[in-house]
């Protein structure tokens, strides 16, 4: 089978929007990847698949699937065929990002302080009282630079109109980026002439912002900071990434056990003795960090470390405690968040979101199950959502008890059909439904976003789940300056 004939027998999903064709049309910013594409069989096309999966396979490009019963290590599934986004909507998604972010560092360092937005009746008090990501033990701690969120992962969808939405905020210890930077060097190798001649913006300098950034959160003065990358180890789902990012950075990958709490100051072991660290960019969750405040049965994280962090001895990175801020049920105020502090309409909007707790809602909920996803408010990784149209009436029944158990624990949203983009299954080009991670790093001289992000894809048939734990994938992304689209 041609090329041509693989573009010629695509179908796009109905009820979606297809972010490479409409009706019998390829759009334009498709354009260049069409016609490459047209001129390769499918046999060329498939070797390149296998080319992939060999590339993913020898790099050691992995994450693990915890509940996997045929093995936790698995390779990370990538799709050849690039997504696109252009220079116009990508400016629109950098602009709402920036201003996001803006308003969720100014509110993490109100949250933890002043509470004002609390007082004046923004946000509801118990609902950060009730939010078990509020971390009382750094209420008071003041941050470098009043940066809470250096690194952001920030989910986007499109619906059915090509509108983009904000889906979710990470603003933890976000995962992912090793796969963005390690698909676009795999389809340097497939389309070294395609990438080259599509004016496809440049993603490979993340690991130089992000080092940058680290290095200027140091609060001792000196001309190197030590700054190293905590781990919580090999059996950690994401330890691929953390072992590219710190080789990238050519800083130390380090694990509790490497560091030590002396006179409220950090230490890592070397042969040459103890070094003072400045900056530790950790993967580890919060409540694993130090256990002498926190989980005392935690063998991850350096006994003391807190007392460190509180003299302003060590920063952190991201700052503990920004779990408040990624709560699925504080995700619905962050539009008031920006017209609170920012005095501005959001550029993004948020997903419509349902609060369990408001009767009301709660009840127009129940009335329209099979329209509405369920998802716990601090789960993540697709974990603990109940899709309504794909759940059995003894799941549904199930989500009502549990909702009506602990109504704080849950919001609704109604399902958005994402849009779909073409992907290679099985011989053909299939429509496969995908999200947006673009990642941010906030620092002391502004917001910078690498043009781009990590698109997953919903590998299963008409699945909107695109969680790599769930069986998604990935793909390249591409934000293409066009000629007269600015």
Aim: charged share 20%; net charge negative.
């Amino acid at each position: 089978m041609h090329g041509n004939l693989l573009f010629n027998n695509y179908q796009i999903r109905p009820g979606s929007w297809d972010e490479m064709k409409e009706s019998d049309t390829v759009r334009l910013p498709y354009h260049s990847i069409c016609d490459e594409l047209c001129g390769l069989n499918l046999t060329e096309l498939q070797q390149k698949d296998r080319m992939a999966a060999e590339l993913f396979m020898s790099q050691g490009i992995t994450f693990t699937v915890y509940s996997d019963n045929e093995g936790i290590e698995r390779i990370f599934p990538y799709d050849i065929i690039p997504r696109v986004i252009t220079n116009k909507e990508w400016e629109q998604i950098e602009t709402g990002i920036k201003q996001r972010l803006k308003a969720l560092n100014l509110f993490l360092k109100d949250i933890y302080h002043e509470q004002q937005i609390l007082k004046d009746g923004i946000i509801p008090a118990s609902l950060i009282a009730s939010c078990p990501h509020f971390t009382r033990e750094v209420f008071g701690i003041n941050v470098p630079h009043d940066i809470y969120v250096n690194i952001a992962g920030i989910d986007l969808i499109r619906g059915v109109d090509g509108a983009f939405y904000i889906l979710e905020d990470n603003l933890r210890t976000p995962s992912g980026v090793s796969y963005m930077l390690e698909n676009r060097e795999v389809t340097k190798r497939l389309f070294p002439d395609l990438l080259a001649n599509s004016n496809v913006r440049m993603i490979n300098n993340y690991p130089l912002l992000l080092h940058d950034n680290l290095m200027a959160m140091s609060q001792r003065k000196v001309d190197n900071p030590m700054v190293v990358l905590l781990t919580p180890g090999v059996f950690n789902s994401a330890y691929f990434e953390h072992t590219f990012l710190a080789r990238q950075m050519g800083i130390q990958l380090v694990e509790g056990r490497d560091l030590l709490v002396d006179n409220h100051k950090v230490y890592m072991k070397t042969t040459g003795g103890l070094r003072q660290v400045d900056v530790i960019y950790r993967r580890i969750d919060d409540e694993y960090l130090d256990p002498l405040v926190f989980r005392p049965d935690s063998a991850l994280g350096v006994p003391g470390l807190m007392s460190a962090y509180r003299k302003g001895n060590v920063t952190i990175v991201n700052a503990l405690g920004n779990g408040v801020a990624d709560d699925k049920a504080v995700y619905a105020y962050v539009p008031a968040m920006i017209r609170y502090y920012l005095n501005e309409e959001p550029i993004i909007p948020n997903v419509p979101t349902y609060q369990m707790k408001n009767e009301e809602e709660r009840q127009y909920v129940f009335a329209n199950m099979d329209q509405m996803v369920i998802k716990e408010t601090n789960q993540s990784g697709g974990y603990g959502m109940v899709m309504g149209n794909k759940a059995s009436a003894e799941e549904l029944d199930k989500a009502r008890a549990d909702i009506l158990l602990n109504p704080r624990n849950f919001i609704a949203q109604p399902i958005i059909q994402l849009s779909t983009v073409p992907c290679l299954i099985d011989g053909k080009l299939q429509a496969r439904h995908v999200d947006l991670r673009p990642y941010a790093l906030c620092s002391p001289t502004g917001i910078d976003i690498v043009p781009g992000g990590l698109t997953r894809v919903a590998l299963r048939e008409g699945s909107l789940v695109v969680n790599s734990s769930q069986g998604g994938g990935s793909k390249d992304t591409w934000v293409i300056d066009l000629p007269g689209s600015d």
